[in-house]
């Protein structure tokens, strides 16, 4: 469907603020790192005004911009030294962006902060400053540490230089990717507990708690699949350690169904914020030796990761965090196990996460609200292949080749052919027509946004008077009747259906009538200057076209305020139009296992304050995701004006700064298409 430093007083936690206060930046240290011609600009705007932020302007403001000389502009500016998109951890290599720059005469590194927290275990905690981020890594609580955070390109980097040095990394670059190395660690003890709660007051539930005692911080990621949730540790357990853990017994549950797969990673089950742990660190014992064989925990050591396997049980999560004296791991296991989160990214972007109650059930929401309006804030249309519009891939490539911060999965596909089944517009150019009048967002790049169910109404004229309706543009909806592809679809167009008929047109003129053949046989080349009429199922139709019959094509929205806005996503049942439910699955012709499917979803919505919210719902606690009805009622009580049902199930996926951050990328599955927001204005 569809609503994560040595410093300079050599201590990490307590002294961190003071000692953060010594790094030598100066007024103009928060500008981007590398910049295009236009963010060039930009910072010379924020140069002369004297202003830390990296709120990137209107395009059309660009010529206003007041100009200071290239020594003042590389004094302005850090250096930008190297960058990549992959790192190398203990040997292991992992998709996390990273740059390096020049700060003086210091040379700075900066990760990725959603991949910080993926890779190393870093708990990012709720900000306000989107140029700061506080983070917890077996720190005290009361002194989170403040990291200098920097938004470049498609990415926010945190600044780890000092981080590193306390933590005792060590960093070298080759062939763009960072490789680090982290101190060796030895895990001393595994504990697992548990502990008898009352789930709303009537159904006793058993959430399990597994303590991982280590003689020193190290890094260490969480993840998630259906019934397994999996530890990596970058450090090595004792031999007579892992003998005391056997693998799990499987039991398949009797009284719960299996819902669909949650895949929810380490990324939806994030870690505790600062302000408010679901258990206090105080009361954390210092783990004590387990007898053998009471384990439900399996350990597999390698040369430098330990692996920690647990089962799971259906609709729970994980969620980790570490403290600190002893340095400890813990892990818990519940069906509620997601925090709140509250984080500014950017102007214009901030990550919440939340568990929201509908009636006895209890939501984990995560979600991304957009302000349309900052400037230099885009939001396009995205799709798999850029060449054409066969082609599905996951969203987690999709987005950083499309170059966008943010992302989520969008409209409805066909999963055999690879095409799309709904509409695309992008900077006012149809891609691909909406089908059965289904719901639809739109907007243009003024931050006027429109969503309600939509068509396209496209009528060809022949130079001897005929009207005949088309039925679809580059679509993979077949009806009988006539349907175009131009090159948005490709090079190439393969039938969809038997014994089409294909009418060239090269300059608004008929050229050639061929048969197609069989469905998914022959590929025939797409004019670049024209496109390919198909007739399915009603050959009379080929009379008309005769070679050197001039045709023109007039095409308009219903409803017609559409056709004002530049970019258009389909997808649908709309929820919530006026604050209003106004869901009817059925008048979109949506089918009935569909309206009644309980399921992960994705939504984009508006709020009263023009913003955008676009949101993925996982599984109620202890069960499956929600019904459309349920949707369309969560999406009312989080206060949104409209809203519009996504794609979802295992397309569920919300992209932010180069990592998926409502489940583990391996439980996703590969989409057509989605909404990117970009951070590269136009010069």
């Known amino acids: 469907m569809s609503f994560k430093t040595k410093t300079s007083c050599g201590q990490v936690g307590i002294k961190s603020f003071r000692c953060f206060k010594k790094l030598s930046f100066n007024s103009f240290s928060l500008v981007l790192l590398y910049l295009s011609s236009a963010q060039v600009g930009q910072a010379q705007q924020l140069v002369s005004e004297k202003v830390s932020s990296n709120v990137a302007p209107s395009p059309s403001l660009s010529s206003n911009y007041p100009t200071l000389n290239h020594q003042q502009l590389v004094a302005a500016l850090p250096q930008l030294l190297k960058k990549g998109t992959k790192i190398s951890l203990n040997g292991r290599t992992l998709p996390i962006a990273w740059s390096q720059w020049q700060s003086g005469k210091s040379t700075r590194t900066g990760i990725s902060d959603t991949g910080l927290m993926q890779a190393m275990g870093v708990e990012l905690l709720n900000t306000n400053n989107s140029n700061k981020q506080p983070i917890l890594w077996f720190s005290k609580s009361q002194k989170p540490l403040l990291l200098d955070a920097k938004l470049a ?19 070298q670059n080759e062939n763009n990717i960072l490789k ?11 504990q697992q507990e548990n502990k008898l709660l009352q789930n709303n007051g009537a159904i006793p539930i058993s959430p399990q708690r597994i303590i991982v005692e280590l003689n020193k911080p190290t890094p260490w990621q969480v993840s998630q699949n259906r019934n397994e949730g999996i530890i990596t540790v970058e450090g090595i357990a004792e031999p007579e350690l892992i003998q005391r853990f056997t693998p799990p017994v499987v039991t398949p549950p009797t009284q719960n169904p299996v819902l669909p797969d949650e895949g929810s990673g380490n990324n939806l089950n994030l870690n505790p914020p600062f302000s408010a742990p679901p258990f206090p660190p105080a009361s954390i014992p210092v783990p004590t030796p387990q007898p053998q064989g009471t384990s439900q925990i399996k350990l597999e050591s390698s040369q430098k990761q330990t692996t920690i396997k647990v089962n799971v049980p259906t609709g729970w999560r994980l969620r980790a965090s570490t403290i600190s004296n002893p340095n400890r791991l813990v892990i818990d296991i519940a069906p509620d196990a997601l925090v709140e989160r509250n984080i500014l990214w950017s102007p214009g972007v901030r990550w919440q996460q ?7 059930n209890r939501f984990p929401i995560v979600w991304l609200e957009v302000d349309p309006k900052q400037r230099g804030l885009t939001l396009k249309p995205i799709w798999s292949n850029p060449t054409s519009l066969v082609g599905i891939a996951p969203l987690v490539n999709i987005a950083p080749s499309s170059q966008a911060s943010a992302a989520v999965n969008a409209g409805f596909f066909n999963r055999k052919q690879l095409v799309p089944l709904g509409a695309l517009r992008l900077d006012n150019r149809w891609v691909s027509s909406p089908i059965l009048n289904r719901g639809a967002i739109a907007w243009n790049n003024n931050g006027n946004i429109k969503i309600g169910r939509l068509s396209l109404d496209e009528t060809l004229t022949t130079s001897t008077g005929e009207n005949i309706p088309i039925l679809g543009l580059n679509t993979g909806y077949v009806q009988a009747g006539i349907a175009r592809y131009t090159p948005a679809w490709g090079t190439t167009y393969t039938p969809l259906t038997d014994n089409e008929i294909l009418v060239v047109v090269q300059k608004n003129q008929v050229t050639n009538v061929v048969m197609g053949g069989k469905f998914g046989q022959t590929p025939f080349p797409i004019p670049s200057d024209g496109y390919l009429l198909t007739i399915r199922a009603k050959p009379e139709l080929a009379d008309v076209f005769t070679v050197d019959k001039v045709l023109r094509i007039n095409s308009s929205t219903n409803p017609v305020e559409f056709n004002q806005y530049s970019n258009v996503v389909g997808a649908g049942p709309v929820l919530i139009q006026n604050r209003q439910i106004v869901l009817d699955a059925k008048a979109e012709k949506f089918s009935d296992a569909f309206i009644a499917e309980a399921a992960i979803r994705t939504a984009i919505a508006t709020t009263p304050s023009g913003k955008i919210i676009i949101a993925a719902v996982h599984n109620r606690a202890g069960g499956a995701g929600p019904t459309l009805a349920e949707f369309a009622q969560l999406m009312q009580q989080m206060g949104v004006v409209d809203a519009l049902n996504l794609d979802g199930g295992s397309s569920t996926s919300l992209y932010l700064g180069g990592q998926l951050i409502n489940r583990s990328p391996a439980t996703a599955a590969r989409v057509h298409n989605g909404i990117g927001i970009f951070f590269k204005p136009n010069p």
Do not use: C, H, M
């Open 354 to 360: 939340k568990l929201v109650n509908l009636g006895a």
């Open 153 to 171: 390109g498609s990415y926010r980097y945190l600044d780890i230089t000092n981080f590193i040095k306390t933590a005792g990394w060590q960093l």
């Open 180 to 190: 680090i190395s982290s101190p060796s660690a030895s895990i001393k003890n595994v």
